[in-house]
Nanobody, 126 residues
Framework: VQLQASGGGLVQSGGSLRLSCAASGPSFSRYAVGWFRQAPGKERELVAAIHRSGRDTYYVDSVKGRFTITRDNDKKTVYLQMNSLKPEDTAVYYC????????????????????WGQGTQVTVSS
């Protein structure tokens, strides 16, 4: 599967952005998808992830209540709605995919994901 992230940009603190991760290739519905971010000088961290069916989701504590991950398997797209953005959300955001069986635990580490899209820059000004 190939992944393409889009939707980043410059927004003021408190604003919103919606990131999209569009997939090409077969069997997208078999993939868990995660959104990672990496700020300069920091390690890449998982922000949110969604299981293949959408039944399970994960959020890092710092974005809970502000970010929402969803997927549309018919459109082969995963979305990350980001509200109440803060300057500390500034980073390059990447989407990543991993083929999983229906009973698998949602993967949460970067090395668990085999397929990566290019990054999209999110900058939140104060």
């Amino acid at each position: 599967v190939q992944l393409q992230a889009s939707g980043g940009g410059l927004v003021q603190s408190g604003g919103s952005l919606r990131l999209s991760c569009a997939a090409s290739g077969p069997s997208f519905s078999r993939y868990a998808v995660g959104w990672f971010r990496q700020a300069p000088g920091k390690e890449r961290e998982l922000v949110a992830a969604i299981h293949r069916s959408g039944r399970d989701t994960y959020y890092v504590d710092s974005v809970k209540g502000r970010f929402t991950i969803t997927r549309d398997n018919d459109k082969k797209t995963v979305y990350l709605q980001m509200n109440s953005l803060k300057p500390e959300d500034t980073a390059v955001y990447y989407c990543a995919g991993k083929q999983v069986i229906i009973t698998a635990i949602l993967p949460t580490t970067p090395d668990s994901y085999a397929y990566w899209g290019q990054g999209t820059q999110v900058t939140v000004s104060s």
